[in-house]
């Protein structure tokens, strides 16, 4: 599970380098390698989207195998691109290699709006992987003419367009152009609001023909409610129609997208022989012959070998992950990242995950639903070196693994808080006058410039460390009873979790926050995100579809109205603007406390009648005079709703003997010379994977 962020607000000067706010780490790796004050993280912007670096403190004082290990891991991640790209839609890698020739054969004059608005389509294309918005799910439309781009194809030579066998250009054309340029064909990546949602959504996980209760009567039947330990039935494979038969086409060696998944082998392998110990060796291994095999119960083996690897400072993630481009939340997208502890700030989520159980015990939910023994709950805070798949470019501030609801209860999770990603965020943020714009008063600017970066990072590590681990199910409850609703049931179920026990005295004592007060400053931004400013990535007239943007508003609409007797959350309007004000922190803790009790009985019970009716009723619809406001007023700053990133790249060391002597690593590749470069090194995948 993923935690991601909207917009950072505060200055460098608030990150959390240790146990209590705004210290100095005394780490030697940290004084040694902190980031350059001529440090460039600004790299692009287009659309709604910035491209920015992140530095990567600590990772010039590894030793040669560990530096080594980052290497061949990070060879891993970026081998899976296209992975993903066909993974959200069928035509996404004919649409980006067209795209990518026609940029780099273009002879025309670059001068004209057609070509520059080409220019930020292809960017557009890159930053979602595909032509559906990495956030928002809504098909992005070109601003190009479709007859430009019919006289673009036509003038490539013919080896560079990507036909089928025995198609013609001219009928290429007739098909990708309604792909890109008609609104209404495959018209949102992740369809949430009604009808069949296999069948009108346009991911690639499910075949022609395929429906929704297809996919659920094919699942159902596989389900043994009387295994304590069931695999993620369905996670690495497409389901697709042969004959009227359903059948799984699974992700593997020798299966499909085996292309990729050699050459992700490929990597591991080698990052195997500088494994800085036997248990990560192992987890390697398992990971291997889950590859090799497409066998979910190896997938589990890895998954547990993972958590149980508690002593390696290098760590990674790399397969297929996360279900939330899948509308019923099977089917996973690849994904990896690569990174190393931070030593000295992994002090914090110790503190954190050593009193796990006091944190449960005292949790505001039914003691049914409570984990009577918390086991094996690790946090740390990383550095991460390198991103892939549905990490890149945009990635999660905080992750916290393995999903299977069994695995955790038995063998506990591991979460990770992704600090230079959050510092890299924090720092793009300084200055933009949003604070003045959409904060009610110098108060409340003053407090989320003093506390505002500590208690995001304390949020991030108690919905990621404790909120994901939290609770459980009960009895012969199916864990994908919640259906298309269990992603925003489990984020809000996470990010209530960090918000009611970031309000609690016990922080204090532990000396994770500075003072008693200063949660105010996340229960504020988190209130006004909610019921206000994340509508700037909404479009006008559209519902909000992504789950962590469900989540944020569920939570905060829920507490507003249930607040509106005692006046908790009010609207204030001064000189035509609306602000949000809270006025009293203490009952919001006391409601955020009772909607967590309520999500947690309905994860716990399976209760989709109540999950869908929370949602539907609080996650979903939009005030469209509030909407049409906030995009005005933010529009003013000239600021980017969406952020992503630029890898650092590592190059291999060696001496005349061909042995290699270090790994450099380097901060200047720009966002296309970045992309291209994948294309071309990365790209092992053919354009069609029927």
């Not at 939910?365 to 549905?390: M, N, S």
Request: proline share 3%.
């Amino acid at each position: 599970m993923k935690k991601t962020i909207l917009i950072t607000m505060t200055g460098l000067s608030m990150m959390l380098a240790g146990c209590g706010g705004g210290q100095k780490a005394p780490d030697k790796q940290l004084e040694a390698d902190t980031v350059p004050a001529d440090f460039k993280y600004e790299v692009d912007a287009f659309a709604d989207l910035e491209i920015l670096r992140y530095y990567v403190p600590g990772f010039k004082n590894l030793n040669l195998e560990q530096k080594e290990l980052v290497y061949y891991l990070s060879m891993a991640a970026l081998e899976g691109r296209d992975i993903l790209f066909d993974q959200n839609n069928k035509y996404n890698l004919a649409i980006r290699r067209t795209l990518e020739a026609i940029y780099e054969n273009y002879k025309g004059d670059k001068n004209t709006n057609d070509y520059k608005e080409f220019e930020v389509y292809l960017k557009r294309v890159w930053f979602s992987n595909g032509i559906h918005h990495h956030y928002g799910e809504e098909k992005f439309l070109p601003t190009f003419s479709k007859e430009f781009f019919a006289d673009q194809v036509k003038a490539l030579p013919a080896n560079l367009v990507p036909t089928r066998e025995g198609q013609s250009v001219d009928d290429f054309i007739k098909v990708i152009t309604p792909v890109m340029f008609d609104a209404k064909i495959m018209a949102k990546k992740v369809n949430q609001s009604g009808g069949d949602l296999i069948v009108t959504s346009a991911n690639n996980y499910y075949g022609e023909g395929v429906t929704q209760k297809d996919v659920q009567d094919f699942y159902g039947a596989m389900k043994d409610t009387t295994d304590l330990t069931p695999i993620s039935y369905g996670l690495n494979s497409r389901l697709v129609k042969e004959d009227g038969k359903l059948v799984e086409k699974v992700w593997k060696v020798g299966g499909l997208y085996s292309s990729a998944i050699e050459r992700i082998v490929f990597w591991l392998e080698k990052a195997q022989t500088v494994a800085e110990n036997d248990k990560q060796k192992e987890v390697i291994n398992k990971l291997i012959s889950f590859y090799k095999s497409g066998d979910l119960k190896t997938f589990d083996q890895y998954a547990v070998a993972w958590v149980e690897d508690l002593n390696s400072q290098i760590d990674f993630v790399n397969g297929f992950t996360e279900v939330y481009g899948d509308p019923l939340g099977i089917k996973a997208s690849w994904e990896s990242t690569v990174n190393f502890k931070n030593i000295e700030a992994t002090k914090r989520t110790e503190v954190i995950s050593s009193n796990a159980q006091w944190f449960e015990d005292h949790s505001p939910v039914d003691k049914r639903f409570k984990k009577e023994k918390v086991k094996g709950v690790t946090a740390k805070v990383i550095t991460v070196a390198q991103l892939g798949g549905d990490c890149y470019p945009s990635t999660p501030i905080g992750i916290n693994l393995p999903n299977a609801d069994w695995i955790r209860k038995d063998h506990g999770s591991k979460s990770v808080t992704i600090e230079n990603i959050m510092e890299a965020y924090d720092a793009a943020g300084a200055h933009t006058g949003f604070g003045k714009e959409f904060m009610w008063s110098d108060v409340e600017v003053n407090m989320i410039k003093e506390y505002g970066f500590v208690t995001d990072v304390l949020h991030t590590d108690l919905h990621e460390c404790l909120g994901h681990g939290s609770g459980k199910l009960m009895p012969e409850v199916d864990p994908n009873a919640l259906g298309e609703f269990s992603s925003t049931i489990e984020e809000s179920r996470a990010d209530l979790f960090g918000l009611y026990f970031l309000g609690d005295a016990k922080l204090v004592e532990l000396g994770i926050i500075p003072n008693a007060d200063a949660y105010k400053a996340e229960y504020y931004k988190f209130m006004m995100n909610g019921l206000m400013t994340q509508l700037v990535r909404i479009e006008p007239g559209k519902d909000i579809e992504e789950a962590h943007m469900r989540n944020r508003q569920l939570i905060a609409k829920w507490v507003y109205e249930k607040g509106k007797a005692d006046n908790v959350v009010e609207y204030k309007v001064r000189d035509g603007k609306t602000y949000v004000v809270v006025n009293d922190y203490v009952k919001l803790r006391t409601l955020f406390g009772d909607l967590l009790a309520e999500i947690q009985r309905i994860k716990s019970e399976g209760d989709i009648k109540s999950a869908k009716a929370l949602v539907m009723d609080y996650a979903v619809k939009v005030d469209p005079v509030l909407h049409k406001e906030v995009l005005a007023r933010y529009k003013t700053l000239n600021m980017k709703p969406y952020k992503g990133f630029v890898n650092p790249v590592f190059e291999l060391v060696q001496d005349k003997d061909g042995k290699i002597t270090d790994v450099k690593i380097s901060y200047s590749e720009g966002y296309t010379e970045q992309m291209l470069r994948y294309s071309k090194e990365f790209s092992t995948l053919p354009t069609y994977n029927d």
